[in-house]
């Protein structure tokens, strides 16, 4: 088998057995203390993490990081849900 003809059968194998991503999204609530500070936002979170309880897992520590406090997350959602929740996120819009 010439090279060429190798590396395009070896890069389809590769492509063949590579997993599907599916993008997931959360969305949720968080607050601030001192002043009192509530947000609604939407993130990104990975396939794992595609359940309420584990996107709160997840969430939790990203926004502790940034000085809010998960409150809950509403729900979880493939692609087809960001459109309609990206006006209501406004900046917290895929920010966390």
Sequence with gaps: MKLPALLAALAMGLALTAPAEAACYADYKAKQDRPLRLHYGVAEVPDNACNRGSASQVLAQRLDRAGW???????TFGPEGLEERKASAGEYFLRY
């Design 69 to 75: 406090t998960l409150l809950n997350v509403l729900s």
